[in-house]
């Protein structure tokens, strides 16, 4: 006895589509009613007489012409040239455009100290306060160096980009050129013997150095002689990096001493 699934894969397998049973299987799907009505009788065409067509004369067989298949020679001293196919601009290598170079972010405060400036990188962005960490450190420094440790605030601090928004170029150069610019000014109103570049910000934009310059003094043009130091965060963080202060500064003290 067949299920109705195994019945219909014998019937595929036959090539069997339209079939009836004798009597009620099993297990087998209901019968479509289309299937059970009776065939229509089919319609036998009828015939007309028509007169016999004449035979066809036969064709006299025609001589069959041959081609004889061409064959190209290469001459000796000819070369084929290649086709050139021209490009297209869809094949044309896209122009990559270098990426925009974001702004630098720092801020900026500078000091006079008797016959110093001081170019002093503020980590938190905020002006020193009396009270600061950061700030004692500088007065600490200034009484070793032999300079007043009240040192005189000139401006406001300079901070970078100057607009949130805009076309203007605020790129590494512009910030080097308005730094530069800035402390030039200053220096056409009162000279200084010395000016302290205090933390990488102030290093780079400007006396155009890098951390490896650290202790080391500089010739910046239009700036004169400038003595790069770490930043104070920095020199907190590291206090082993006082003693190189300290060595540094002895070699330069005579420098601004020598004006009082």
Request: include cysteine.
């Amino acid at each position: 006895m067949l299920i109705e699934s195994r019945r219909r894969a014998y019937l595929s397998a036959m090539q069997v589509v339209h079939w009836l049973p004798r009597a009620e299987l099993p297990f087998a799907a209901p019968s479509r009613p289309e299937l059970l009505l009776p065939l229509a009788p089919l319609d036998e065409p009828e015939f007309e007489a028509r007169p016999a067509a004449a035979a066809p004369l036969p064709v006299a067989p025609q001589a069959r012409s041959i081609e004889r298949p061409k064959i190209e020679i290469t001459r000796p001293g000819s070369i084929a040239k290649p086709v050139v196919k021209p490009v297209e601009a869809e094949e044309a290598a896209p122009v990559v455009r270098p990426a925009p170079i974001p702004p630098p972010r720092f801020a900026l405060q500078l000091l006079r100290a008797g016959s110093c400036l001081l170019l002093v990188e503020l980590a938190t962005g905020q002006p020193f306060q009396s009270r600061d960490p950061s700030y004692l450190l500088l007065k600490d420094m200034l009484r070793a160096a032999g300079l007043p440790d009240a040192p005189q605030i000139i401006g406001e601090p300079v901070r970078w980009p100057l607009l949130v928004r805009g076309n203007m170029d605020q790129g590494p150069e512009a910030a080097r050129d308005f730094v530069q610019g800035f402390i030039q000014a200053r220096l056409e109103e009162t000279p200084c013997t010395c000016l302290w570049l205090i933390g990488l910000p102030a290093l780079r934009y400007a006396g155009q150095a890098q951390a490896d310059a650290y202790y080391q003094e500089l010739k910046v043009e239009g700036l004169g002689d400038a003595w790069a130091l770490p930043g104070l965060e920095l020199l907190m963080d590291e206090p082993q990096r006082k003693a190189d202060v300290w060595q540094a500064m002895r070699r330069l003290m005579a420098r601004w001493k020598s004006d009082e």
